[in-house]
């Protein structure tokens, strides 16, 4: 093992109104144990989420779930939650969906 996986998942901040506003993230880092420095994993398609799991082996990631809200429609705001997997290989800079046809249609 010489490299950990980071998923960050959402950043808080307040506007000048001090209204409270939660953006969710896609960014992606690896963390090299030998050399000690921090490097991004750059991955399409975005997959910007909070309150998910991500799992690393031999820099093959998984990622599980989440929770993301979206721009209100009638003053209210949407909110989604996910039941979806991901995969992203080494010397990959892709996320592929690990649902089957079979589970993802509706029966």
Request: with cysteine; glycine share 4%.
């Amino acid at each position: 093992l010489d490299t950990i996986s980071f998923s960050e998942s959402s950043a808080w901040g307040q506007t000048p109104q001090q209204e409270q506003l939660w953006e969710m993230l896609d960014d992606v880092w690896e963390f090299d144990l030998v050399e000690k420095q921090w490097s991004p994993r750059n991955l399409e398609p975005s997959i910007a989420r909070s309150y998910h799991s991500m799992i690393a082996k031999n820099q093959t990631l998984v990622a599980c779930a989440g929770y993301k809200t979206a721009d209100a429609i009638g003053g209210e705001i949407l909110k989604y939650s996910f039941a979806d997997v991901f995969i992203s290989f080494p010397n990959d800079n892709y996320w592929y969906s690990a649902m089957s046809p079979a589970s993802s249609s509706s029966s």
